[in-house]
């Protein structure tokens, strides 16, 4: 009888579940987009190096800064003789200017030390990268960033040619870039040029490491490791020397917090159209009561009882509610799958199995809630008064 009441009125009953529908959809839609952003998130911070700790001598303009405080590449060999350490490396920047395009371009010149590109996870796209023979020989090879590339030889191979430098000359071996976009917030930007730290060390005449990279063995350890590096800094500087030692944990709780405060904004706003469509569903079925008083009291005059009456009206507002939620799921699920193929292709949608679930349950759950008044009213007409109704 519940679905011979719902087929008599198609358009309302349609009209009615179209909160559900948006609501379920909704819910799907924010569980999945949530999950996807702070996947690619997390893995475009945790891609510019893996359980990595950073150190470097905080500059203080104010106060004298003498050599003793500057890190070395003893500091580096101490720092590799860590517990749960796994690479060390050490950078140094030195800004040149080259001619290119019959312009003038700043260059940053980045001296680099074993174990950067396991650490920084650098990508060769041509060449390839310093082997062991060009850090103990001081070559004159580098590697230039793919952006670089394009302003200095174009179209052509880069691989062998020389690259001049202010008034240094070298050759380059391998083109790189960033395994993600970092933009401009490392040592390496569009502009840049690796060199050997040997090389580097040769030309200033001092072995000084700007930036400590320490690459901890599990992320668990990388808190212990961070005390570590700081311990073992500060013990073989004077005790004036401050040396700022951070991870990416910091970044990551935030954009994790980030991530799980825009979900629950969003979720919110889901709740709000399953809110509305459940009034909406109160509404119609109180409607749909006072229409069919008549129908009621004949009902009970040949035997149904409350309950029964309760039920075929419960069950109206579970099937209008059930099957816009079934109809929002499958929207839900439409869109991501519908989006991917426009995606880059390491960039995966996932479709929680829990929103579907919750998305049901919450659907089903305030078509039977907000359904219970109306139903509630009809099982309790008197007989006789519901046959008098006109």
Known sequence: M?????RANKMRAILTSLGVIIGSASIVLVVTVALTSRKFVLSQ???????????????????????????????????????????????????????AGGAEKPVNLVGV????????????????YFDDTDMETRGKVC????????????????????LRLGELTFTVIGVFRERVETFGLSEIQENTVLIPFTLMKYYTGMEVVRSLNVQADKAENVASVQRQVQQVLQSRHPLEAEYKVQTLTAILNAARNISMALTIVL??????????????????????????????????AIGAARREILYQFLVESFLISGGGAVIGILLGIAVPVAVQSFLPGNLRVPVSEWSVVIAFVVSCSTGLFFGYLPASQAANLQPVESLRYE
């Open 2 to 6: 519940a679905i011979d009441a719902l």
């Open 45 to 99: 911070i945790e891609a510019i190096g893996t359980n990595v700790i950073t150190a470097e001598l905080v500059q203080r303009p104010d106060k004298p800064q003498p050599m003793s405080y500057e890190m070395t590449l003893q500091d580096l060999e101490a720092a590799k003789a860590l517990p749960n350490v796994l690479e060390v490396s050490g950078t140094r920047e030195l800004p040149l200017s080259m001619i």
């Open 113 to 128: 030390t074993e174990g950067y590109q396991t650490i920084r996870r650098l990508l060769i796209l041509r060449g390839r």
């Open 143 to 162: 590697l230039i960033a793919t952006q670089l590339v394009e302003k200095v030889f174009g179209q052509e191979n880069p691989i062998g040619k020389p």
């Open 267 to 300: 979720i919110v706003i889901a709740a709000i159209a399953l809110l509305i469509s459940g009034i909406g569903i109160m509404n119609i079925m109180l409607v749909t009561v006072t229409e069919r008083t008549r129908e009621i009291g004949i009902r009970k």
